[in-house]
């Protein structure tokens, strides 16, 4: 009798997360492509126009809408939402360029009730609203001024690579982004399972020059023996004819904690250029636990543009994600290593779920809220950190991993923390992971391992870019 195998058997966790990228956005399609392609058309709860009623096949439900902005106000006019405002409808994307509407604090909260930010009830209703109020007030403002982007989604004809790896091996329609705010908080909690309560930037204001003292999980892997490296790529960065460790740390979110800023001096060999990934997959070297950094200054973040003229394209990101993606299932290191892909954050674009109760992770409530921002002086459910963010994708690619398979539980990614802490016996860093499904609901380690993955396809960069029109 073959003896039962458990989460012991990986080895490897790679994890990543790009950047600023919704589920529906991403993968509201998905059902689509699998009645497209020849895969069972099993649960997924993406756009509600591709979700069939059941019982009714093949009748869907219609697309959602937000409303707009009212015509008779243009810019240089603020966006005002009234009852001559137009409803605007999801849409394909045609444009892989897109701005970057803001998922930040009062965005978010605005994003979950337009007139109610402070609200038990989520009308999801405010994003076009945001998107628009956003490029008016950028300067020069952005050519988007009505907002109408945030409603829009790609397809498997623009991410082709990443809706054949998401249908072929896990992914999840309830995994969410820990916190209803911007980058910097989320990639805090993927490391440390909390913020210490900024929901801000560090450094942003004069309240915010402290470094964080709590653990990330690198110095707990370190404390246990447990090896581990966080890959960082230089390309663009003043790094990129010398990556020592030292200049590494300015292109790493670990920055955020007191710890990292030890690892240059202490543990030089752990912050190492991405071409030292290839290397490690290529060798068989690959660390117990490690973490890829966004390509941000390479462009390949996938985050939305941040000024018209320097447009990213997200079909290039896709294919450097691929390129990390396929050396693993490629190499010797694939037989026992898992990769997580996911996103820091929304992106504050259109996701028809609302954020989900959560477990705050150690009681501190926002230490850096300004005058004017929403929850200053008030109460609200989303005002603590007791909520998460908004939904975000996820591929769990794994010899492991269940093919085909969508997971429903509620999760924010600190599960992946939970992963990694269940794989090594090692203690919750904070009450939120604490919380969290362990992750091996994603994983049958039970059945024959997929040793010889499949053979994706090569990531389409034939997709137009540009931002000066629509769609």
Known sequence: MTPTQTVNVLNHIIFMAQENRGLDHYFGALRQYWRNNNFSDISFDGLPEFNPTSGAAPLYHPPRTNPGCDPAYPPPNDCIEDNKSPRVASYHLITQCI????????????????????????????????????????NPPFYDTDGIRVMGYYDDSDLNYYYYMASQFSTSDRWFAPVMTRTSSNRD??????????????????????????????QVLQSAGISWKIYVNPENTPCASNPTAQCLLGYSYIQNFQWG???????????????????????????????IEPASP???????????????????????VASLVNALMKSVSWKDSAFILTYDEGGGLYDHVPAKPAT??????????????????????????????????????????KKHYVNHQIADFTAILKLIET??????????????????????????????????PVQSTSGPCYLNQLP
Request: aromatic share 12%.
């Open 99 to 138: 701005e970057n509407p803001s998922p930040s604090w009062n965005e978010g909260h605005v994003d979950w009730n337009l007139h109610n930010p402070l609200s038990a009830s989520p009308a999801l209703n405010g994003y076009v609203y945001t998107g628009a109020h956003d490029a008016r007030n950028n």
């Open 189 to 218: 909690y993927l490391v440390a399972a909390t913020s210490r309560g900024y929901v801000y930037p560090i450094g942003t204001d004069s309240k915010d020059q402290k470094l964080l003292t709590a653990k990330p999980i690198f």
């Open 261 to 291: 800023h030890t690892i240059p001096q202490n543990y030089p060999n752990k912050l190492v250029p991405i071409s030292q990934y290839f290397t490690d997959v290529k060798n068989g070297t690959l660390p117990q636990v490690a973490m």
């Open 298 to 320: 390479a462009g390949l973040d996938e985050h939305g543009s941040d000024s018209d003229p320097y447009p990213i394209n997200i079909q290039l990101g896709a294919k450097y």
């Open 360 to 401: 705050s992770p150690d009681g501190i409530k926002p230490v850096d809220l300004l005058p004017n921002d929403i929850c200053t002086g008030a109460t609200g459910p989303t005002c603590d950190f007791t909520y998460t963010g908004y939904r975000v994708p996820l591929i769990v690619i794994s010899p492991y991993a």
């Open 423 to 456: 794989r090594f016996n090692l203690p919750a860093l904070t009450m939120r992971d604490a919380a969290q499904i362990n992750m091996t609901q994603f994983f049958n380690f039970n059945a024959p391992p997929w040793m010889t993955p499949p053979t994706p």
